[in-house]
């Protein structure tokens, strides 16, 4: 699995970190006939910024709650359940995403495969 050129994909987080059996090599998937999904975390600091980069980019990315633009989908994400945006059915090269609003990294108890990225992701529109 190639975490980063996963990330390439997407704009740039505060932290991000791969896990389960899309990552690391599990008992019982040697003769799977698909590959494993893969689970990821992206946390950011600025959570419409980066949802407007990543709806330039990767619009498959979201349900129809995409087409309510950026701030809506961050409302959505801080004011409800968990204060995840979390969606189970964005395929390619990242089949299962998770991006969090929240800045603070949390204990972590299972492996994971950690990446930090520049805390800054271009705003939209811009050149870089």
């Known amino acids: 699995m190639d975490f980063d050129g996963i990330l390439a994909h997407l704009p740039s987080t505060d932290f991000s970190f791969a896990y389960g059996s899309g990552v690391f090599e599990q008992k019982g998937y040697e003769n799977a006939k698909e ?3 893969i689970d990821m975390v992206l946390a950011t600091s600025n959570a419409t910024q980066w949802h407007e ?3 330039q980019r990767n619009r498959a990315h979201y349900s129809i709650l995409g087409a309510l633009g950026p701030a809506a ?3 959505i994400q801080e004011d409800f359940g ?3 945006y979390y969606n189970t059915l ?3 090269a990242c089949p299962r995403l998770m991006s969090s609003a929240r800045a603070e990294r949390p204990p972590l108890h299972n492996p994971v495969l950690p990446r ?3 805390p800054d992701p ?4 811009s050149n870089s």
Request: proline content about 9%; overall charge neutral; hydrophobic content about 45%.
């Open 73 to 75: 989908l961050t409302g």
């Open 116 to 118: 930090q990225s520049n």
């Open 82 to 84: 968990a204060g995840l």
């Open 122 to 125: 271009a705003p939209a529109g």
């Open 53 to 55: 980069v990543n709806l």
């Open 90 to 92: 964005v395929s390619s």
């Open 35 to 37: 590959a494993p999904m």
